[in-house]
């Protein structure tokens, strides 16, 4: 993989903030644009933008073609059986909602339980805490070990009869940890739970094959995997989609209308209500094919490297700490330095053009569970390189000076 | 008691970081006010005075003694201190009126609206909003009292 040439894809990365070329480590945020991508939004715009599904006219079918292909591209993305369980959503947070409105109002009652982790993402938590309040059900949390993996004899005693549905995220946002989602979902379904895999974060480091995970739903989104904000899927089983109830009511999803009764559309329609985000779903296929040219294998091996360097670098930092060492982690590192805020920190290296996140990372009960207010965090993709972990721990070093 | 009107103050500390020729003596400058503002005792470190951003937390406490308002404030952020610091400096032992119609332009010749624009992150905007708020507070019971 040849990382400079790679670079030449994404403009973004020749500008430069305040005054120095831009290190980009937010990528667990949002991941930059390929040039593929940002064509692909120019040329549905000014060639063929147009509502997709009932237009019979020459642009309404390219658009509606064009839409329709990037379906068939995430069913192949993440290996599903086929293009109706794949439900175009605005992205991970929409997906688990969606699930959470009607799935979860059909199969949860009072007295049942779902089981999350202690490293959810408030996506996949308040969800479910709404739900649970209004069911009277109750949430289960499997608590995280102090390296960052989840207590995996502890989701054993949680995981009962009463579990109805394991909610985990795959790869943690905060702490870069990969759960064994697999080997979870086969203990969930031996007692009847449902299961619904976070995967915003792993779609883009690692091979998703749904079926062999047996997921009953895999969410993520497209714009952590190199493609457009605004769009991402819901993937669910057949049998499962096609019994639960709609989610939003409108155009698109319906079959025939009276005002005596409504029948709904065939899967995957039925749960996408009203005009799509179709340009950026469009654009969406151009960075699964862009991430497929490339090669998930050789982008993991890439920034595992990366990982890797960066992890040893930081160790050398005096009070720094490492948030989050789990043996099984991917491409993101999380620490606090003793003594500093981690704000501070991110306002420091944001003057040296370096981009990092600092803060809870939307997961406050994990942050608790470290008795931390935030961390620092720095997320890598497949244009980083080397000498940007270089800059970022000569930034880390003026900055403890500056501050201590 | 502050004498100098706060458009005063505010002109003072525009000379002042127009000394700095880099964002590192304007950054170090900062600090080290963050690190001299004196902490707020733990009493007033409770709920009712907590700013809660999304990265740092900000306590802000107000009193108000012959018609003048004095800020104490502190935050876990040192940069988010130094800016209260300056906060306080240009607000504080001013009338309930003085401050409500104070334009805290200052921030922006200084360089430092990013830190107004991250209002979820550093709540400095929350900061000037909720000294308003005690300033109208404030303004009613004097205003009672006359």
Redesign the interface.
């Known amino acids: 993989m040849n990382v400079a040439e790679i670079r030449k894809q994404f403009p973004i990365l020749e500008r430069t903030v305040k005054g120095r070329p831009l290190v980009y480590f937010d990528n667990a945020a949002t991941s930059q644009k390929p040039l593929q991508v940002i064509e692909a939004l120019r040329h549905y715009y000014s060639h063929y933008n147009a509502n997709i599904h009932r237009g019979i006219h020459t642009l309404a079918e390219e658009a509606t073609m064009a839409y329709e292909a990037t379906r068939m591209a995430v069913k192949d993305f993440i290996g599903a059986a086929s293009t109706e369980e794949i439900i175009f959503t605005r992205g991970t947070t929409e997906a688990i909602n969606l699930v959470a409105y009607t799935w979860g109002r059909q199969h949860i009652s009072k007295g049942d339980e779902i089981l999350i982790s202690e490293m959810e993402h408030h996506s996949n938590i308040v969800p479910w805490q709404v739900l649970c309040e209004e069911k009277g059900a109750s949430l289960k949390v499997i608590p995280v070990e102090e390296d960052g993996s989840l207590s995996i004899s502890a989701f054993r005693e949680l995981l009962t009869e009463r579990t109805k549905l394991l909610s985990v995220v795959h790869v943690s946002n905060a702490l870069g940890t990969v759960n064994p989602v697999k080997e979870m979902t086969d203990a969930a379904h031996a007692v009847g739970a449902k299961v619904l895999i976070d995967g915003a974060q792993s779609a883009v480091h690692l091979d998703i094959d749904v079926q062999d995970l047996d997921a009953d739903f895999f969410a993520f989104s497209g714009h952590k995997v190199y493609g457009p904000t605004g769009v991402g899927a819901l993937y669910g089983k057949r049998e499962l989609l096609e019994s639960m109830p709609v989610f939003q009511g409108g155009g698109e999803m319906i079959r025939e209308v009276s005002f005596e009764k409504t029948t709904y559309a065939d899967l995957p329609y039925k749960y996408e209500a009203g005009t799509p985000n179709i340009a950026d779903t469009i654009a969406l296929k151009a960075a699964l094919d862009f991430i497929s040219e490339i090669g998930k294998v050789n982008i993991r091996t890439h920034e595992e490297a990366l990982l890797n360097y960066a992890t040893e670098q930081l160790k050398t930092l005096p009070g720094l700490r490492i948030i989050g060492e789990a043996r099984n982690k991917v491409s993101l590192v999380s620490f606090v330095i003793e003594g500093i805020h981690p704000q501070d920190l991110g306002v420091l290296l944001d003057n040296m053009g370096i981009a990092v996140r600092t803060g809870h990372h939307c997961t406050q009960p994990l942050m608790k569970r470290f008795g931390i207010p935030g961390t620092v965090r720095a997320s890598f993709a497949l244009y980083n390189q080397k000498e940007e972990i270089d800059s970022l721990v000569a930034g880390l070093q003026k900055a403890i000076k500056m501050l201590l | 008691m502050n004498t100098k009107p706060i458009t005063e103050i505010e002109k003072e500390i525009i000379e002042d970081f127009a000394l700095f020729d880099s ?2 003596d304007k ?2 400058y900062i ?1 080290d006010l963050g690190k001299k503002l004196p902490p707020l005792e733990d009493r007033h470190k409770v709920d009712e005075h907590k700013i809660k951003g ?4 900000v306590w802000l406490n107000a009193s108000y003694e012959n018609g003048l308002i004095s800020f104490k404030a502190d935050s ?5 201190k130094g800016l209260i610091s300056m906060l306080i400096k240009v607000l504080s032992d001013h009338t309930p009126q003085e401050i409500l119609g104070a334009k805290m332009e200052f921030i922006a010749e200084i360089g430092m609206m990013t ?1 107004l624009a991250q209002t979820r ?2 709540g400095l905007l929350a900061m000037i909003k909720q000294m308003k708020n005690y300033a109208l507070a404030f303004e009613a019971i004097g205003q009672r009292k006359d």
């Open positions: 964002w590192e950054y170090e600090i999304c990265q740092s937390t876990d952020a040192v940069i988010v830190h992150s550093n």
